[in-house]
């Protein structure tokens, strides 16, 4: 059987996307998710992004996503602005996360991706503790903000995040057992009240050159510890995202997506 996809990215942040809402297609076991993702042999992507029709009457479609070792998550902030591209108008989608919105915006694509939470066993945590500033510390990094934004994050604020070394102390911070569904690792600078430099060790992805969900949980989370204004631009290595949050309600991501390219794979080969 062969699959039609389309390749899209969001600053580099790559996926493979797979429309079965009006195309019967199967459901991937996670070893053939890795293999494609797999970037020598496959076609790779830093996540696989499933559309299917909704049960909800809030939400025009579903989308699953699922990260390069197959792991299902419950949200993607670049997966959600590439699929809002893709389908072309403005929708109400429902996610594992909850139902977010997206529409076009001057920035690209504009995305509603709910309210964050902070309560520590809605991020989830192992333990009580105060998600604000949390006691435990990883080698040079220490006391991180926690926040769930459809995904947990944790987010360190540092004077210099390029010198941080997130590609050994993520695993290990990702892996910790006081996060029980593993943790997405955000180190952050504050260059000023409207700006912020980011780089994001994903969950089950490793580095990745941009991340929405964590550009939105490291907002919040500079916003709540007064660092920044409710307005502001986030600097990943594959470029810039606007995030908007009031300080109660849903946040806002804008930023751009893009078509790769089209084309079909045998499920066999990946099986």
């Known amino acids: 059987m062969r699959i039609p ?14 429309d079965s809402r009006e195309r019967d297609l199967p459901t ?11 970037r020598r042999t496959g076609i790779g992507c830093d996540q696989l992004v499933r559309l299917e029709t909704s049960g909800s009457a809030a939400a025009d479609f579903r989308m699953r996503i699922f990260n390069a070792d197959g792991g299902e998550v419950g949200a993607c902030g670049n997966a959600s602005r590439a699929v809002a591209l893709l389908h072309g108008t403005p929708a109400r989608i429902e ?7 997206v529409r076009p915006s001057d920035g690209g694509i504009a995305v509603d991706i709910g309210a964050p939470r902070f309560a ?3 991020v989830p945590l192992a333990y009580a503790m105060d998600t604000l500033a949390m006691p435990v510390a990883w080698g040079n990094l220490e006391k991180p903000a926690a926040v769930n934004v459809g995904n947990p994050h944790a987010v360190f604020f540092v004077d210099r995040q390029e010198e941080i070394r997130l590609e050994d102390l993520g695993p290990e911070i990702e892996n910790d057992p006081l996060f029980p569904e593993r943790i997405n690792v955000n180190v952050a600078t504050v260059t000023d009240r409207a700006t912020i430099a980011l780089r994001v060790w994903e969950r089950g992805a490793g580095l990745t050159r941009a991340c929405g969900t964590g550009a939105c ?3 919040v989370a500079a916003m709540r510890r007064r660092l920044v204004d409710h307005d502001v631009t986030v600097n990943l290595p594959g470029g810039a995202l606007r995030i908007e949050w009031a300080g109660d309600g849903q ?12 084309g079909e794979f045998a499920l066999q080969d990946y099986l």
């Not at 996809?5 to 797979?18: A, C, E, R, T, Y």
């Not at 070893?31 to 993702?37: K, M, P, T």
């Not at 946040?251 to 089209?262: D, K, L, V």
């Open 5 to 18: 996809f389309v390749k899209m990215h969001g600053l580099g942040n790559d996926f493979v996307i797979l």
């Open 120 to 122: 520590w066993d809605a």
């Open 217 to 219: 949980a490291t907002a």
């Open 28 to 38: 991937l076991p996670a070893e053939a998710i890795a293999a494609l993702a797999d």
């Open 95 to 101: 996610t594992d996360g909850g139902i977010i919105s």
């Open 251 to 262: 946040i806002t991501m804008s930023g751009p997506a893009q078509e790769s390219f089209r």
